[in-house]
């Protein structure tokens, strides 16, 4: 078969550039995907090592490293899988995310009872954690608060998170258009820029981690809202960008299959045009 290779493929060194390109591509979105993740500095470190040692046994001819080096690689492989389990969850989740429609009604409705709601908050300097959930399922979160199967209402979620309620001092879960639990706790960030933050916005960052969320927080102390996405986490919005944040992402999970790093660039680009 090489001679159909060969006619197809008039120029022997077009393969190696194609090659280039893919490889190109692949570490690409791989970084990208890893980007603001709790496994990103470790796939960091690995590349630079490997990259330092394989130039060291090529260039100085060390033959007994770079065989070493080869026999390593299968269980290099292994330590990947166990290393970024979490990650690779997540992307094989987003893979088979269904594609919606477009936004709706009762996602517009949506927006504005949770903006009412945030803003309500905010005023009154209450804490507050929201977890709006896209494709990725978050029942064994769902778990570890309580039931509530309740129409979303600025009203019922202003009064869940309210000091002197049983649910207050936990997250909110949403599912569609119905408050699905209360008083879950949410997984905590492990990042190390996080370890500076407060109780629910590591909480925010951990859910976004683990799933494709969307997690509003309140601060406590200031009533500043942000909001968390994809590992990362934006601060200092007011309700018209939280309506216009809201929108933008809940209409993209409509149109198509969830794309994170077109979200994480809406919650950037609403930042820019604050500071703008």
């Given amino acids: 078969m090489p001679w159909m290779w060969t006619e197809r493929i008039p120029w022997p060194g077009i393969t190696g550039i194609l090659e280039i390109l893919v490889l190109a ?56 899988l166990i290393i970024f389990q979490p990650e690779i969850r997540r992307a094989l989740a987003e893979v088979g995310k269904p594609p919606l429609l477009g936004v709706t009604a009762a996602d517009r409705s949506l927006v504005e009872a949770i903006v009412k709601a945030v803003q309500t908050l905010s005023d009154r300097k209450i804490g507050a954690l929201i977890a709006i959930e896209r494709q990725i399922g978050t029942r064994p979160i769902q778990e570890t608060g309580t039931p509530i199967d309740a129409q979303v209402s600025a009203e019922l979620l202003a009064t869940l998170f ?11 879960i949403i599912r569609g258009n119905r408050i699905v639990a209360a008083g879950c706790v949410f997984p905590l960030s492990q990042q190390d820029q996080a370890r500076t933050l407060g109780t629910r916005h590591r ?74």
């Fill in 162 to 172: 309210h000091p002197h309620t049983p649910l207050h001092d936990g997250g909110v």
């Fill in 203 to 276: 909480a925010a960052l951990g859910m976004t981690e683990e799933t494709d969320a969307l997690v509003i927080v309140v601060s406590e102390e200031t009533g500043t809202i942000s909001v968390a996405l994809s590992g990362r986490l934006r601060r200092g919005l007011d309700s018209e960008r939280l309506h216009r944040v809201l929108t933008s992402i809940l209409s993209r999970s409509r149109r198509r299959l969830a794309q994170l790093s077109t979200s994480e660039e809406v919650l950037t680009d609403e930042e820019e045009g604050s500071n703008g």
């Fill in 25 to 80: 591509l692949l570490f690409h979105f791989t970084f990208q995907f890893f980007q603001g993740t709790r496994g990103a500095q470790v796939l960091t470190g690995l590349v630079v090592i490997v990259l330092l040692l394989t130039g060291l046994t090529r260039l100085f001819r060390m033959e007994a490293l770079y065989w070493l080096l080869q026999r390593f690689s299968v269980y290099l492989a292994i330590a990947l």
